[in-house]
């Protein structure tokens, strides 16, 4: 743990997909995509418990294969398609606080979907967090490969309008160079305190700290292409890590 302060990974996994059926256990590179997360968050320092939350048996065999708890089945109404993630978090911390006593300060989110995080960054964002004790949470960025001030929608009348018109008459004109910094919330790693959560019923809350990740890193699963994608990618982290696990 980071200074002592109780951090639970908490990494949701529902039975049910319609892009890819049964997608969090679809295997890249012989292993199933939620071992991903699981061992990411295992190997980091500053996670002291590791928990799926799932309402499918399959999945909740392999994850405490992959060495994670699942010490709770999330009711069948908080794994439907509309379901947010709130309502799953506040599920899980409502259950651990009732049956365990156990009230962890900080919950460091993984999304079995995005399965390739760098070693060491889960700790980075936890220290983060810590640092600033105004924050509500932190959630990883990336810069976009298109900016918005170059982006349009159409109006009512058929003529485009840029998207951003109301920050700059003309934003698409600006000079690459003269662009501001804009960044695209990426789904790899968040951290939410859990006074975020109970309190304002949130998973963000109003202050959120950027941790900045390489787009070229990030990938979220939600097509057949995007698990060829995954698979080319985790290749060469693989080779470039010199086989490191946590990839």
Not at 16 to 28: D, E, Q
Not at 57 to 74: C, D, K, L, M
Not at 84 to 110: G, K, M
Not at 158 to 169: D, S, T, V
Request: charged letters at 25%; aromatic letters at 6%.
């Amino acid at each position: 743990m980071s200074a002592g302060v109780r951090t639970c990974a908490l990494i949701p996994a529902r039975g049910g997909s319609k892009g890819i059926p049964r997608k969090n256990l679809i295997p890249l590179l012989g292993r199933p995509m939620l071992a991903y997360s699981i061992e990411h968050a295992l190997e980091a320092r500053s996670v002291e418990r590791v928990i799926v939350s799932t309402e499918d048996p399959e999945i909740a065999e392999v994850a405490t294969r992959f060495g994670a708890e699942v010490p709770f089945v999330r009711p069948p109404q908080l794994s439907e398609d509309h379901v947010l993630d709130l309502p799953v978090f506040q599920h899980a911390l409502a259950w651990l606080d009732e049956n365990e006593a156990y009230r962890p300060e900080l919950i460091v989110h993984l999304r079995p979907t995005a399965p390739i995080r760098i070693p060491g960054q889960i700790d980075e964002a936890v220290k983060k967090l810590l640092a600033d004790e105004r924050a509500d949470s932190i959630r990883s960025v990336s810069q976009p490969s298109q900016h918005p001030y170059r982006m349009f929608h159409v109006g009512p009348d058929g003529y485009l309008e840029p998207l951003l018109g109301h920050m700059n008459p003309e934003p698409f004109t600006l000079r690459r160079q003269d662009l501001p910094p804009v960044f695209w919330y990426n789904c790899v790693i968040d951290v939410t305190r859990r006074r975020t959560v109970i309190a304002k019923r949130s998973m963000t809350g109003d202050r959120i700290l950027p941790f900045a990740i390489d787009s070229r890193y990030v990938v979220d699963i939600d097509s057949p292409e995007d698990v060829a994608v995954a698979e080319a990618r985790l290749r060469f982290l693989g080779a470039r890590e010199g086989g490191a696990s946590g990839l």
